[in-house]
Structure formats: C-alpha cells, structure tokens
C-alpha cells in the first residue's frame, strides 16, 4: 500500500505542478504566435487546466480503467462548480461578467445536457466520442466568434497572460506536457491500487480522489486570481474547463475503449453536475449586477460536503 499512496501524492503534486508550467507556456506561445487575448484565455487556458482531466482519462482508458475516467471527467465538473467555486467565492465575490453569463455559461449547459442524451442508454462508445469531438470543433468555433463579437467585457486573466521569449515557452509548453503525461499515468496507478486494496470501486476513486486531484490547478488559479482582485477569472477559467471536460475528457473513453456503465453514474453522479450546473446559472442570473457572493459559495461548499458523504453512504452501505 506505501508505494501506491506515494505515487498518488507524488502523482497530484506534480500534476498541478506541470499544469502550471503548461498553461503559462501554451499561453505565451499562444501570444507569441498572434491569437488575441480573450481566445487564448477561453481556449488555451481553459484547455490547459483540463489537460490533467484529459491525460488522465487517457491514461485510465488505455490501461482499462474506463469508469475512472468518466467518474473523472463528471467529478471534475462537480468539483470545479461546487469546491473550486464555493470556495472561490467565500474568499471573495465573484462578478460574473454579461458575456460569460449570455454565452458561455448557457453552452456548458447545452454541453452538459448532451453528454447525459449520450450517457442515457449506459454506454459510452466510438459514435459518441464522435459526437463529443465534434461538439468540441463547435465550442472552439463559439468560442471564436464569441471573441470577435466581444467588446470590453473580457476575462481579467486576459491581462495577465505571459510575455515570454517564443524559445522558453515552447520549453515549458513541452516540458509541462511531458511531465503532465508521466504524473497522470503514476496517478492513476496509485488511485487504481488503492481502490483494489481497499475494495472501492475504481468509479468511485475517479469522482473524489483522482477528481479533487485534477481540479487542485482550477483551485489555485481562482483562489489566487480572488486574493489579487481578479474575480472574473474564477467563472471562466471554470466555465471553460468544464466544457473541455464533457467534449474532450469524456470523448476518450468512448474512443479509445468503448464501456459499459452501471445506472448510478447517470441516476446520481450525472444528476448532480446537471444540478450544480443550474444553480450556478441561477446564482449568478439572481445577483443584480450578476454575481456569486460569500452565501452562494457557502451552498456550493455544503453541497460538495454533501456529494462525498452521499458518496461514502453509498458505498459502504
């Protein structure tokens, strides 16, 4: 059991670790290269605070631990909303930006309801991790015209984006790729072995362990993007990185290992992010101007302490 729980702490520090190092060397590179300032904050940073969730579902799926990356992929989504948010928000109130609430979060919704029409019959295969792609091909193109059709209103973490030689981001862009690829597989191991040893399903593992593990870099950049006043940053980066989630994530299982799922994933754990996904649409439509304050956060919080003891009931009962 040592050498397992090792690999997953050594595994989740490197993870977030790597993360950083990626997102600021695909951002700069991103600069560098001319993309402007709103469509590398919701593509390339998004995509990269998800690339854990993503290597990790790949690395699960190749080594036939499909359920993981799908309680994964949903956990993640329950995690960004519910902690990294609920959190967030109880450090510092989050103005949600017209834009963000007009377009982005409505197509995470939309998203979010046609990854459960492709979850409904229990399956998760080739045409739907087709689908997932090309639902991911429209988000981007979204997103672009979003970004052409913005004016002023756009994410402070635009204004934070790196300036760096193009020779020291692509290091960095590679480096933290590599390492992300490594700590993911180490990751996965130690979480699968844990769950053998301890008689938990590796589901189960994906939606809380290895899921709280892959969302520590959403966690971070809004934690400290609230302590220095950037509170927009929060919603999107999260907004964005949910929907990686569900079109990128969730698409590799399907593709690489086509599986089978037990009705629980939809009737509880699927529920939930939809759940999650609502109220947060709500909270900030109720807000006038927009927001999601300290009350708001401490539901959020309550609600992710609820999941995971709903979580433990059901599995040792």
């Avoid at 402007?36 to 690395?59: K, R």
């Avoid at 109880?90 to 609430?101: H, N, Q, T």
């Avoid at 979204?142 to 204004?159: G, H, I, P, V, Y």
């Avoid at 480096?175 to 072995?193: R, Y």
Wanted: with cysteine; charged share 10%; aromatic share 6%.
């Amino acid at each position: 059991m040592l050498y397992p729980i090792l690999a997953l702490i050594t595994g989740l520090i490197l993870l977030v670790w790597s993360a950083d190092r990626f997102v600021l060397g695909a951002a700069a590179t991103a600069k560098n290269f001319g993309m402007s300032p709103m469509l590398i904050g919701l593509t390339i940073v998004s995509f990269g605070t998800s690339a854990p969730e993503i290597l990790v579902s790949l690395m699960a799926s190749t080594s036939g631990a499909g359920d993981l990356a799908i309680g994964n992929a949903l956990g993640s989504n329950i995690a960004n909303i519910a902690l990294v948010l609920g959190v967030t928000a109880l450090i510092a109130p989050l103005p949600v930006k017209s834009g963000v609430l007009k377009k982005e979060l409505p197509l995470l919704l939309g998203v979010t309801i046609l990854a459960g029409i492709l979850l409904f019959d229990l399956q998760l295969n080739r045409v739907d991790g087709i689908i997932l792609l090309i639902a991911l091909g429209v988000c981007l193109y979204l997103f672009s015209r979003f970004q052409k059709n913005a004016s002023n209103d756009s994410l402070a973490e635009d204004e934070e984006l790196p300036s760096m030689e193009n020779r020291s981001a692509i290091f960095w862009l590679i480096t933290g790729l590599v390492i992300l690829a490594a700590s993911s597989k180490m990751l996965v191991w130690g979480a699968s072995e844990i769950a053998y040893s301890l008689g938990v399903s590796k589901l189960v593992v994906g939606l809380t362990i290895v899921a709280i593990g892959t969302s520590l870099p959403e966690l971070a950049a809004s934690i400290a993007s609230a302590l220095k006043n950037h509170h927009d940053i929060a919603i999107g980066n999260i907004v964005g990185s949910n929907i990686f989630n569900l079109v990128a994530v969730m698409a590799i299982p399907g593709l690489v290992a086509p599986i089978g799922m037990e009705a629980i994933v939809l009737q509880r754990d699927y529920v939930v992010m939809l759940g999650l996904t609502f109220a947060l649409l709500a909270f900030a439509l109720w807000q006038k101007p927009p927001s999601i304050n300290r009350f708001e956060g401490g539901i959020l919080a309550s609600a992710y302490a609820g999941y995971l003891v709903l979580l433990y009931t059901m599995t040792v009962s």
